[in-house]
């Protein structure tokens, strides 16, 4: 299929890169800017589609020509190696070695096990048989007050309870006729921890009151969207979302906006049980 290919030929771009450019910038930002993808949710496309996080393939990766370095030079040593491959120390170099191949990098360099170094560096690509209900629909525009969370993707509830607070105390956006969204800046699979942001937000239709919560006004835009809806708990929401990266999107011959995906939460805890919840995954289309 013309679409799958034109998508395949772009992430081959980028793979191509990353081999061409081990001591380089390989972030996020500079491979979605090879790709032409979107940064918001080039992460999230990258794994899906090659099977495994950017940073884990760019480091698989440095180990792999770590690995033809030590074996082809005899006479190099493993710190000029380790510091080649982009870590900081011997050491770091040694753990992440062992983790790899099962075995220390100076053993490798005295017994090569290319069957070993062959079968670590199978990239675990997905099958494509995968169906799923997407809807592209036209989104219109909602201002909405937000709580920002920043931290662990754990402490969340502790966000969302005080936003909760916030919509009893102000009658701002009440939940019975008030929509309730959440944002995710980044994806809590690869994110550091204490990096991590999220915004839970309520429809509003007049201006956030001041308040002592850190509750603001934002604005969600309108737009083409895919949507997906999830049913279950939403800490298996990642379930429902992989697969329109992986599955849908190579197919489907339309581009992401450079916007973070968003929830529409359909369901009220604990009026309904986890297992019975929905929320419809929205994913911005240019």
Not at 164 to 188: A, E, H, K, L, M
Request: aromatic share 12%; charged share 20%.
């Amino acid at each position: 299929m013309p679409t799958n290919a034109a998508y395949a030929k772009r992430f081959d771009a980028v793979l191509a890169h990353i081999d061409a450019n081990l001591d380089g910038d390989l972030s996020v930002k500079a491979l979605s800017e090879v790709a032409n993808f979107s940064a918001f949710h080039f992460h999230r496309q990258f794994k899906a589609y090659v099977g495994v996080p950017v940073a884990r393939y760019v480091q698989l990766m440095r180990l792999r020509r770590a690995a033809q370095r030590l074996a082809s030079a005899a006479n190099g040593s493993v710190l000029d190696v380790a510091l080649d491959a982009g870590f900081e120390s011997p050491e770091a170099f040694s753990r992440a070695f062992r983790r790899a191949f099962g075995m220390a990098p100076s053993h490798f360099r005295q017994n090569p096990n290319w069957q070993v170094w062959s079968a670590v560096f199978v990239v675990p690509y997905f099958s494509r048989s995968f169906i799923m209900q997407v809807q592209i629909v036209e989104f219109a525009e909602v201002r909405v007050a937000a709580l920002e969370h920043c931290g662990p993707p754990g402490l969340i509830n502790e966000s969302v309870r005080k936003f909760i607070d916030w919509r009893v105390q102000s009658g701002q956006s009440p939940v019975s006729s008030s929509r309730t969204f959440g944002i995710p800046y980044g994806n809590p699979d690869v994110t550091p921890p204490d990096e991590f942001r999220f915004a839970i937000c309520g429809e509003i239709h007049e201006a956030v009151a001041p308040n002592s919560y850190g509750v603001r006004e934002l604005v969600i835009p309108g737009g083409r969207c895919a949507v997906v809806r999830h049913v279950g708990s939403t800490d298996h929401i990642g379930e429902s979302i992989y697969p329109i990266y992986r599955d849908w999107l190579p197919t489907s011959g339309e581009e992401l906006r450079d916007q973070p995906m968003f929830f529409h939460y359909l369901s009220v805890y604990p009026e309904t049980p986890q297992d019975q919840w929905q929320t419809d995954i929205y994913i911005p289309l240019a």
